[in-house]
């Protein structure tokens, strides 16, 4: 169970999250349906009493509602939010007027309409994660060091601003090249300390320098042992029952080979050891190549001793890498909603409100850019999620408007009460799965 202040932080973030994706989900089915002539009547967002109010020069009347789990664009002529019913007066339009409403626009209008809604969450995620990659920027080469981080083991030689040359006698590879510091730093030995041929001031010199990846923590995992346990960014787990480590491959193998028992770490922090029990969790991870391995995790990241130097990213290189994340969000979301379908994952990857907001809070707490970054996650998942073919969702609009450009009719109304019936049971009965994994997991 949540502590009551970080319940509330999760809450609260979760709102955030969900209202900046709903707001731009909407805006998008809002401003192509204005762009192709239908005209809106209602822009909602949340559900329920409204707060506040005020209609524009166009009619439209923009609200705020006291739910905040959603929102809606109402359109000209529509019975309902989900534009699945028509008024009854809509027979009674003038040409012009019929032309405005969604029933009576052309079938490319209101497939543009609908399919605006998750284009807009994708446009978002794309510029948040290029944002974000733009702020951080690239790696400089040649590899230089930037900042070094605080650790246990101190008195190094080695300064920011020394371009590095070697380790441990060994010479650096491309940062770019096929397997790149990954597979050269397993090839270092593990110590304390390591030689470091460096350029400082336009001469080559050696000076010592920390193992390069530490088991230093750079973020902790949501809904994870370690964050449940009280570790931070910045600690450095120095043992693992009462053993000595210094390399953060030797904490991953010791947890992978746990078999989920409980773990005594030492940890440093702030000059100070500390000691914290945790148990590792099995956790279903994507692999590369597609599928999933099953592994004990504790939940954290790892990172360098120090960051290298980095220099900036460009707008288009930036955009390229925000549509190359978003893509694998939808990609590793189809993976896994078809290996848990085929049982090869646990149900419980999937996350329901209690989840997703638990989520938010654990991202908040990490900082805005971490916050930041989950929403852009999210808002590619929703986009995604809204493009199934399910009645009541964009995606069941489509297969209906795909139906009437091949027939040249829509769906028979009493068709569209029963299918759109089945697509609210459908979604209804997703979400209380998804609520009851939230609890039982």
């Known amino acids: 169970m949540l502590p009551l202040g970080n319940f509330g932080l999760a809450v609260l973030a979760f709102v955030v999250a969900l209202s900046v994706i709903v707001a731009v989900h909407e805006y998008g089915h809002y401003i192509v349906g204005r762009w192709c002539g239908i005209k809106a009547d209602v822009f909602s967002l949340g559900f329920g009493p409204v707060l506040f109010a005020r209609e524009d020069k166009r009619g439209t009347r923009w609200q705020l509602a006291a739910l905040p789990f959603g929102g809606y664009v109402k359109f000209k002529g529509d019975g309902d939010a989900a534009s699945a019913t028509q008024a009854g007066d809509i027979e009674e339009m003038s040409p012009e007027e019929r032309r405005q409403t969604m029933a009576g626009a052309p079938l490319w209008a209101r497939a543009a309409t609908v399919v605006a809604g998750p284009l807009f969450n994708f446009i978002l995620s794309i510029a948040i994660f290029g944002a974000v990659m733009m702020s951080q920027g690239k790696v400089a080469e040649p590899l230089t060091v930037g900042e070094l981080h605080p650790l246990p083991q101190s008195g190094f030689g080695l300064q920011a601003g020394d371009e590095l040359l070697a380790i441990a006698g060994r010479d650096l590879p491309d940062y770019g090249a096929p397997g790149g510091l990954g597979d050269f730093i397993d090839t270092l030995p593990v110590e304390e300390s390591l030689d470091y041929r460096v350029r400082r001031e336009g001469r080559e010199i050696v000076v010592d320098g920390p193992y390069p990846q530490p088991t230093r923590i750079m973020q902790l995992a949501p809904q994870s042992a370690a964050i449940e346990s009280g570790l931070a960014p910045g600690d450095v787990i120095v043992g ?83 549509a190359a994340q978003t893509w694998a969000v939808m990609s590793n979301s189809v993976s896994g909603l078809y290996h848990m379908l085929i049982g090869a994952i646990s149900a419980c990857n999937m996350s329901g409100p209690i989840g997703i907001a638990e989520v938010s809070g654990a991202m908040a707490s990490q900082g805005a850019s971490s916050f930041v970054w989950f929403i852009a996650v999210l808002s590619a998942a929703i986009g995604f999620l809204n493009l199934f073919p399910i009645p009541v969702l964009d995606g069941g609009h489509l297969v209906f408007y795909a139906f009437e450009a091949v027939t040249g009719k829509p769906p028979s109304d009493g068709a569209l009460r029963i299918l759109m019936t089945i697509g609210l049971t459908l979604v209804l009965g997703l979400m209380g799965f998804a609520l009851i994994t939230d609890i039982l997991c």
């Open 240 to 322: 693992v029952e009462g053993q000595k480590i210094l390399a953060f491959d030797e904490l991953k193998q010791v947890v992978e080979s746990s078999d989920g028992r409980a773990l005594a770490l030492d940890v440093w922090r702030d000059g100070e050891v500390m000691q914290f029990e945790l148990t590792p969790r099995r956790v279903d991870e994507p692999k590369p190549e597609g599928g999933f391995r099953t592994e004990w995790r504790i939940g954290i990241a790892g990172g360098m001793a120090f960051d290298f130097a980095t220099e900036r990213m460009g707008p288009g290189e930036a955009l390229v890498g925000g």
